[in-house]
Structure formats: structure tokens, C-alpha cells
């Protein structure tokens, strides 16, 4: 007996040992690190060593080479003020007050969140006065505060959430100043009485205190929402929702000039002879790379031997044996393929002609025996890539992940979209993608989520849809740059009443 069969039969032994005794498993679990970001934007270390800068007008200071852009791209001296402090590196971290912020560059935060402005707000708090909000009947909620039409277009304008930073009070009316205020993370708005400018509160001066005396989305094409035929949406039910996966594409011609939906886990296509017979299309087989030579049985214990041809086939686990058989066996998944194996540490996989089957040890309960998604690989490899970025000139390196939380819901069920966005493999914070659902009628609608957390995530609910059942929901999550042009990611879920 070679090297190769010993390790293979040491896979399975181990799979065979894990999947029966080590059912409980617990994963391990991450704690995030705060940081106190207050405390260190708001301190003055008078060890810092200033940047060259010369005083110009009295209390007032040179902007620094590395705020420049920055800086007149936000309005400069107009919008935020004159620069009221020399500039100073800290724990890495380059900081210049103007009047109106903290101007910040990190050169190890992504690179298109290096430059932002110190949330000021969160140490200065928000004045009360007269809630405004239900007198405005046009604005956006944001953070589960109400931005009112007035403030909304320079909230917008100035980046949004990303610069301005997260509301963090209704917008009020301040009696003693005859002004409508709101107050954000970073900066803050104001509108005097008879005057129809907004400007920004004075953060950074009162921050520094004495330190310092001396767009909208590009429209896409309606397009309306394909209902699966009687004949998939059938085949779907028999074989159960769960077991298929979610519906990657609507019905569509395959490169063999036959019908077919590709799911996550497999592809079902129309028969060559009869117009109402829908198959499983032999996936694993085709794509070659999962196949391997049948052997002679190792006679395993908890195994099964499923023979090919002349004594030789493939030993299955019975934990696979098992799962087949609560899906139809092999007239379902087709005979197996390949032997067990692991492309990864603790993840075992074993592939039969339709689909492959994977034993995840790290994940929990349902989640850790399921079939393989090569519904993904397919339509990369038949139909183009399943996620189309677009250009862009300020995120280089995005990674946004999409998902929702329920695969299928009813006509009168809400849904969930998840979004999660990377740069450089770093989260995002405060960045607002746009949510575009395309209804089934073709018209769309467009909704934005709240500015992402710390870990680069967000997410938003949306209404229960009336659609008859087999119809795919299509949306697209988009995000923008500077120049307004978006990232998007796009997906789908399915109208699904199992009753």
C-alpha cells in the first residue's frame, strides 16, 4: 500500500472519528478592541514635533502640506474655518484643528478612509432646544436620527456619514442663538433665522479650546422579475429549498441551448426529450478537478463501499450516507466521484457526479454537514463572474460582501440585507451604501443604509413584498466615491411560501 492510500485513508478515519464524537465543538470567540478614540483626539501631547508651519493672521495657522487637498476639497477656509492649531503626529496619527474640526490622517487605516475628521461631537454633546423634526415632512433617517431636508444636502455633500459622521441629535431650535441646530459625530449644522445658508458649528475651536487661543445613484434599466416555471418551481419543491440553496439566476439558456436555474448548490435544466422533465445537472463530473480514480474498499468501519465497476469504487462515510438518504440518495447527488478529501484544515469534503458534500468541524449544529455552493463556481466558470465591481476612483481595494438573512421569505414576510465592506482587508466605518430593490412590476426602489459599524457592517429591513410564489427579488447594493461613481454587488432571493 503506497503514501498516497495511507493518507487517504487516514482522512477518512479522522472524518469518520470527528463526525461521531466531536458533535459539540465550540468555536472560538473574537473580541472586538475598543479604542478610546476621544481620549486620543482630544489630547495635546506638548512632545509632539510640529510639522513646519509658520503663523499667519493672529490665532490662526499655515493648513499643512498634508491637509491641503483635503482641506479645499471640503471648502477650506469658506466651510471649515481657518486652520486654529499647528499640526502634530501622534501614535502615528498626523491631527490639525481648524475651526470648524479635527482634521485627521492615519497612513494605516485603509487607504481611502486615511484622511477624516475626529468625532468631536461625541466629546462636545448636543444643546436642546425645540425638537423640529415632524415640521420637516422631506429628509432622511440616518442612525435612527431624522436629517432634515434643510441640513440633508450639505450632510450629502460633505461625504455624508463618512465625514460628517453619524447624527447624534434631532435637529433643534436654539431660542438664546435664533438658530436651527443639528449635531453630528464630526461636524456640526446651523441655519440663522431669515437666512437660508447652513454653516458649520465651531467644533474645533471649542475642542481645542486653549490649546488654540494664541450624489445620487446612477439609475439602472428596469428590468422585470422572472417567476420560475411550474415545471422548476416543482422540481424546487420536491427536492426542498434548504437542500437546493438560494436561486443564483433566473431561467435561462444554458451554453447546450437547454433551460436551466442555477442554485447555490446545484443547477436544474430541462430534459433534452420531454419539455416538462427537469434533471440535476452533473456539475461536480464537469468541471473535472473533484474527480478522482475509483479503488478497491479499505474495508473501513462506519462506511459504506459503493461499487463502480469490477470491485472498484469509492468509500463513503455514513454521516454522508446518512444526508444522501434524507435527499433522495444517489438518484439525487449521482454516484460519488471522488474519495474523501480536505482542501482545507477541518473542512472534508466528498463529490458525486451533481454536487459534492462538505464536513465543516468548524462550523456548528445544520451548518457543519450541507452541500458544497458550486452553484457559485458554475456561473463563474459558464455565465461570467457573479459579482460585477465597477470602477472607481477612491476604492481600490473594496471588498463588499452582500447577503440577506433569510434565503427565502413569503409575500408576507420582511427580508434583511446585510452588507459588510472592506478595504485592504480593513472595515469600513461610516460609509452608506444604497440599497436598490428592482420590484415586480420592474420599477425599483432605493433606500440607504445606516453608516457601517466599526467591523464595516450594516444592514436594512425591507417590507414584505406581494409576489406570486417563484418570483426572484433582485437587488443591488451600490457604494460611491468621491466622483460619484459606484461599486455595486448585486443578488437575489426567492418568494417562497412552502405552504
Not at 411550474?230 to 436561486?247: H, S
Not at 443564483?248 to 448548490?265: C, K, M, P, S
Amino acid at each position: 500500500m503506497g503514501q498516497k492510500d495511507l493518507s487517504r485513508i487516514s482522512f477518512l478515519f479522522l472524518l469518520i472519528l470527528l463526525a461521531f464524537s466531536l458533535g459539540g465543538c465550540n468555536l472560538g470567540e473574537f473580541s472586538e478592541i475598543n479604542n478610546d478614540w476621544s481620549k486620543k483626539i482630544l489630547s495635546w501631547d506638548k512632545k509632539q514635533q510640529p510639522h513646519n508651519s509658520r503663523q499667519t493672521n493672529p490665532g490662526t495657522y499655515p493648513v499643512d502640506l498634508i491637509f491641503i487637498d483635503f482641506y479645499e476639497y471640503f471648502g477650506g477656509e469658506t466651510v471649515l474655518g481657518p486652520a486654529i492649531s499647528i499640526a502634530t503626529t501622534s501614535e502615528g496619527q498626523t491631527k490639525q484643528y481648524t475651526e470648524s474640526g479635527l482634521m485627521i490622517f492615519d497612513p494605516t487605516a485603509p487607504e481611502s478612509s486615511r484622511f477624516t475628521f475626529a468625532p468631536l461631537g461625541l466629546e462636545l454633546g448636543a444643546s436642546e432646544g425645540d425638537l423640529l423634526g415632524k415640521a420637516y415632512t422631506t429628509g432622511r433617517i440616518v442612525n435612527d436620527y431624522f436629517v432634515i431636508s434643510i441640513f440633508l444636502e450639505k450632510y450629502e455633500s460633505l461625504g455624508g456619514a463618512r465625514f460628517v459622521g453619524k447624527p447624534i441629535s434631532e435637529a433643534y431650535y436654539n431660542t438664546e442663538k435664533g438658530r436651527i441646530e443639528q449635531y453630528f459625530e464630526n461636524l456640526g449644522f446651523y441655519q440663522l433665522d431669515g437666512d437660508s445658508t447652513v454653516h458649520l458649528m465651531p467644533y474645533g475651536a471649542y475642542a481645542c479650546d486653549r490649546n488654540c487661543r494664541d450624489q445620487e445613484p446612477i439609475a439602472g434599466i428596469p428590468v422585470l422579475q422572472s417567476v420560475l416555471p411550474d415545471k422548476f418551481i416543482q422540481k424546487t419543491l420536491e427536492l426542498g429549498l434548504p437542500f437546493v440553496g438560494k436561486p443564483l439566476t433566473g431561467v435561462h439558456y444554458a451554453l447546450d441551448v437547454r433551460q436551466e436555474v442555477i442554485f447555490e448548490n446545484i443547477v436544474l435544466v430541462a430534459g433534452d426529450d420531454h419539455a416538462e422533465e427537469v434533471n440535476i445537472r452533473p456539475i461536480a463530473v464537469e468541471f473535472g478537478e473533484h474527480a478522482q480514480h475509483p479503488e478497491e474498499s479499505h474495508d473501513l468501519p462506519l462506511s459504506v463501499f459503493y461499487e463502480i465497476e469490477d470491485g472498484i469504487g469509492y468509500d463513503v462515510p455514513l454521516y454522508f450516507v446518512e444526508f444522501l438518504n434524507a435527499n433522495g440518495g444517489t438518484k439525487i447527488a449521482g454516484d460519488p466521484i471522488s474519495h474523501v478529501f480536505s482542501p482545507e484544515p477541518s473542512v472534508y469534503w466528498q463529490c458525486f457526479t451533481n454536487l459534492c458534500l462538505q464536513f465543516n468541524l468548524n462550523m456548528e449544529g445544520n451548518e457543519r454537514l450541507r452541500p458544497v455552493p458550486l452553484g457559485f463556481e458554475y456561473k463563474d466558470k459558464q455565465n461570467g463572474r457573479v459579482v460585477d465591481f465597477q470602477s472607481g476612483q477612491t476604492l481600490e481595494k473594496l471588498d463588499m460582501k452582500v447577503w440577506e438573512r433569510y434565503p427565502y421569505v413569503s409575500s408576507n414576510n420582511s427580508q434583511e440585507i446585510n452588507v459588510a465592506l472592506y478595504e485592504d482587508g480593513k472595515p469600513l466605518n461610516n460609509f452608506e451604501p444604497v440599497l436598490v430593490v428592482t420590484m415586480p412590476d420592474g420599477s425599483q426602489r432605493k433606500a440607504y443604509f445606516d453608516p457601517s459599524d466599526k467591523t464595516g457592517r450594516s444592514a436594512i429591513g425591507l417590507a414584505p413584498i406581494d409576489a406570486p410564489n417563484g418570483t426572484l427579488i433582485a437587488y443591488k447594493v451600490c457604494l460611491f466615491g468621491f466622483e460619484g461613481e459606484p461599486r455595486c454587488v448585486g443578488d437575489n432571493y426567492l418568494i417562497w411560501d412552502s405552504n
